[in-house]
């Protein structure tokens, strides 16, 4: 799906060949020239929606059953053309609506709204997302016909007052959610009461009503603000009526006696709440004593001025990356040290408090394995975070060979261990504990000494709670890292960390990418392990730059730590305490010092740094793909 993104050329037919391709949308660019599917599309391939490009050939293969969209095309404005790709189908998903149960609909007051019953009233209404139904073709309305029946008979079996509903405009979201307009109409009355509507409220959000798991999957609810006023009334009046007005009327009157005099007091708070909101940092003056003074613990706040003037007004030859946060420039501070500084998009800005509640988090997290908040800045419209310069790139630029310099067996135990006691500080000494939510190789950086610094808590979470357990409404993450148990069921815990750091692990032994070419490393190395013979019979597995005519001495026992990291449910995952403590165990048995330093620089690894680049210019610090996931995923 990349609509409205300008793109321009020809289409090449091996796109349409990519295997479980269903669905492509490119509506609204510029594609030009001839579309070709070629003979060898994928089998699963249901609609190509090309309108309004500049296509002006088609090459149709004799047998297919693709639906093809290519209205506001060349190819369909020119004299004398037809054929059923240059007009829109019918039946589209967004076209979709429940139809009446075999009634005329009645034309009702302003905000009312006639049912599929044909009756006027006032709907409770909402939207239902979808985040991974498997299937694609929104065209079809027999499935969400079967969606219909089945809420209808929930609603009825239970007893909630419901007198029909209407399924609209079934459409996905950027996030590629399925989102589907609900309105639910009242039994019995025009209106529903508190009850019903809470009633209702808790079985949708709540997830009581449970759709076929093959059909939808699963969703979450947000409801529309729904109006309890009688209203639409009119035109009934009475004595008992004219008295019952005067009565409040005079009473209002009394009120607003009263009222005067507490108006100002109030005028005055919601201008310190006002001021509050939008200058949340107002109070942060080291100087005044004020109880609302965080503890920084080192940050600085710069100003726009401080931070323009020491990146070269943010030059581009300061332009180090790019990502869905922003840009990030490096900077000198006035003391020589060097500076990444994240400056934030207008559009991916955050609210004041909450960027002073993150600052405040991230401020009291400082452990030599963690990449260090610092500074922020909070003026002039700007939201900027300024991090420690790390210079010797990621784990996964030094596993592709990107860096410059060799990781042997001994140098991936160090690195293994730093990051593994960075992620353990999180869980266990950070106060609130914290979830990274995006471990991987792209987020744990080098330093000049090669000290395993894990990055980028973009995704993180704390948890104050006593049960130290999240529930998201959204999933993120980085596929190929991502625990398959939070995926399904949204709770976020410190295992899902774990999980991923156990693909981290297996990576540094392989260097292969978690997901490649539909290979995902667990079940390779699950299917390649032999425990009866040397090394695990992963010798074909393993990264040959590893060092295997050395002896490997603890990497069963590596491979071991790794696969319990990797286990299906949290519960039978270790914690990262014992990680650490596993790993420490396996340096030990290869004659090293967990505790000792690494080399005294990264030249003493023979480090080049020739064409390379630094970790903050690769875009996947800032990429989580954690909103686009396939229907079904396999941890195995």
Same mark, same amino acid.
């Given at each position: ?168 405009d079934p459409r996905r979201n950027l996030d590629d959610y ?89 005028? %005055? ?53 790019t990502g869905g946060y922003g840009m990030v420039y490096k ?108 471990? %991987? ?139 650490? %403590? ?49 229907? %079904?995923?396999?941890?195995?």
């Amino acid at each position: 799906m990349m609509n409205n993104t300008n793109l321009v050329g020809r289409l090449p037919a091996e796109l349409f060949s990519i295997p479980q391709l269903q669905n492509v949308d490119l509506s609204n660019n510029r594609l030009n020239g001839t579309l070709d599917l070629g003979s060898s599309h994928s089998n699963q391939l249901q609609q190509v929606n090309l309108q309004n490009n500049q296509i002006d050939v088609f090459t149709q293969s004799r047998d297919y059953s693709i639906q093809v969209i290519l209205v506001g095309n060349p190819i369909c404005t020119e004299t004398g053309t037809t054929g059923e790709f240059c007009s829109l189908p019918t039946n589209t998903g967004s076209q979709y609506s429940t139809p009446s149960n075999n009634c005329s609909p009645t034309p009702c007051r302003s905000g009312q709204v006639s049912s599929p019953n044909c009756r006027c009233a006032y709907p409770y209404t909402g939207s239902l997302i979808f985040r991974a139904p498997p299937f694609s073709n929104l065209a079809n309305p027999t499935i969400f016909e079967n969606l219909h029946n089945q809420m209808i008979n929930y609603f009825r079996t239970n007893q909630l007052a419901v007198d029909s509903l209407s399924l609209r405009d079934p459409r996905r979201n950027l996030d590629d959610y399925l989102v589907i307009n609900l309105q639910l109409f009242p039994s019995g009355d025009e209106r529903f009461n508190r009850t019903g509507i809470l009633d209702i409220g808790f079985s949708l959000s709540n997830q009581t009503f449970k759709p076929m798991e093959n059909t939808f999957g699963t969703y979450f609810f947000q409801a529309d603000n729904y109006d309890f006023s009688a209203g639409g009334a009119g035109g009934k009046s009475s004595n008992s009526g004219v008295i019952v007005g005067a009565v409040v009327g005079g009473c209002v009157l009394v009120a607003l006696l009263v009222l005067a005099g507490i108006y100002a007091l109030r005028k %005055k708070d919601q201008a310190e709440r006002a001021t509050h909101e939008t200058s949340p940092f107002a109070l942060w003056d080291e100087n005044n004593g004020s109880g609302a003074v965080p503890q920084l613990k080192g940050t600085k706040a710069f100003s726009f001025e401080e931070l323009s003037k020491y990146t070269n007004n943010f030059s581009e030859s300061n332009n180090i990356g790019t990502g869905g946060y922003g840009m990030v420039y490096k900077g000198s501070l006035p003391n020589g040290q060097l500076v990444a500084i994240k400056r934030a998009t207008r559009g991916s800005t955050q609210g004041g408090l909450e960027f002073k509640t993150e600052i405040e988090l991230l401020s009291r997290v400082h452990h030599k394995n963690l990449v260090s908040l610092v500074g922020f800045c909070f003026d002039q419209g700007e939201q900027m975070l300024v991090y420690e310069f790390i210079v010797n790139g990621t784990v996964k630029d030094s596993l592709s060979g990107r860096s410059g310099f060799r990781l042997d067996w001994i140098r991936r135990l160090r690195i293994a261990l730093g990051s593994a006691k960075g992620l353990q500080y999180l869980h266990d000494l950070a106060d609130p504990p914290i979830i990274h939510r995006d471990v %991987k190789t792209n987020n744990i950086l080098l330093d000049e000494r090669l000290v395993a610094k894990v990055a980028d808590f973009g995704l993180s979470k704390s948890l104050g709670d006593a049960n130290r357990t999240h529930v998201t409404t959204q999933v993120k993450g980085t596929m190929g890292y991502m625990d398959p148990e939070y995926y399904m069921t949204n709770q976020l815990t410190e295992k899902s960390d774990v999980y991923s750091f156990g693909v981290v692990l297996l990576e540094l032994i392989t260097a292969r990418n978690p997901i490649e070419k539909g290979k995902y490393i667990v079940r390779e190395v699950k299917e390649a392990m032999d425990r009866s013979k040397e090394l695990y019979n992963l010798q074909d597995v393993l990264d040959p730059t590893i060092g295997l005519s050395t002896q490997l001495q603890g990497l069963e026992r590596f491979v071991d730590i790794a696969l319990r990291c990797v286990e299906e449910t949290g519960d039978r995952r270790p914690t990262m305490s014992e990680v650490v %403590k596993e790993i420490e165990s396996i340096m030990e048995v290869a004659g090293l010092n967990p505790n000792a330093e690494s080399a005294s620089n990264s030249a003493s690894y023979g480090y080049t740094n020739k064409g390379s680049e630094h970790p903050y210019t690769n875009d996947s610090l800032f990429a989580y793909s954690g909103d686009h996931f396939p229907a %079904k995923l396999d941890p195995k």
